[in-house]
């Protein structure tokens, strides 16, 4: 045994402590120290408005990433969902928690695994819902509506009837998301 060791043993109880507390604030005075450094590697963002880059999420939604990836794995984003038009969004689910805060106009929600608009709850500016992983829910973007999403990714929506998935054949084929511009 290190006979620094030996020593704090053999004068008990105290000598340990003092040891132990001297440790700790060493490993806080390097934690304090790094902090800035760390805050400083991982940069500084601003995006303004102008600056986001809007995609088709769904017919008659566009969707921006804000920072971060939301087809990441465990990765934190943050997107941007607009609608220039009243578009029903079908029952979904995500593995990850939703954060959902209304930015402009209105966004109504509910949950579900069946679309019933007198279920639907009105979220306006300032307006914020958290909806738990793999919950299903529906909603309505009224036009001219701005929402932004976080969360742990990935971003990925899961339909619960799998032809109201954009992407598949099925959905393309009948246009099924109700959108007026």
Request: net charge neutral; no cysteine; proline share 8%.
């Amino acid at each position: 045994m290190n006979s620094v060791l030996k020593g704090v043993l053999s004068r008990g109880g105290a000598d340990l402590l003092q040891l132990a507390m001297g440790i700790a604030g060493s490993v806080f005075s390097v934690t304090i120290f790094l902090m800035p450094m760390l805050a400083f590697a991982q940069g500084h963002a601003i995006v303004a408005p102008g600056q986001l880059v809007w995609k088709p999420l769904i017919p008659g939604v566009e969707m921006a990433v804000v920072s971060g990836d939301p087809g990441k794995k465990g990765g934190l984003y943050v997107i941007r969902i607009r609608s220039k038009g009243e578009v029903k969004v079908p029952p979904h689910w995500h593995p990850t928690g939703e954060h959902v805060t209304v930015l402009a106009g209105s966004f109504l929600m509910a949950r579900g695994e069946k679309y019933d608009a007198s279920r639907l709850i009105e979220l306006k500016p300032g307006a914020h819902s958290l909806m738990p992983a793999t919950m299903a829910h529906f909603g309505l973007h009224k036009a001219g509506n701005v929402v932004e999403v976080y969360g742990e990714g990935p971003f990925a929506p899961n339909f619960v009837n799998p032809e109201d998935d954009p992407n598949s054949q099925e959905m393309s084929a009948r246009h099924r998301w109700e959108s007026h511009s």
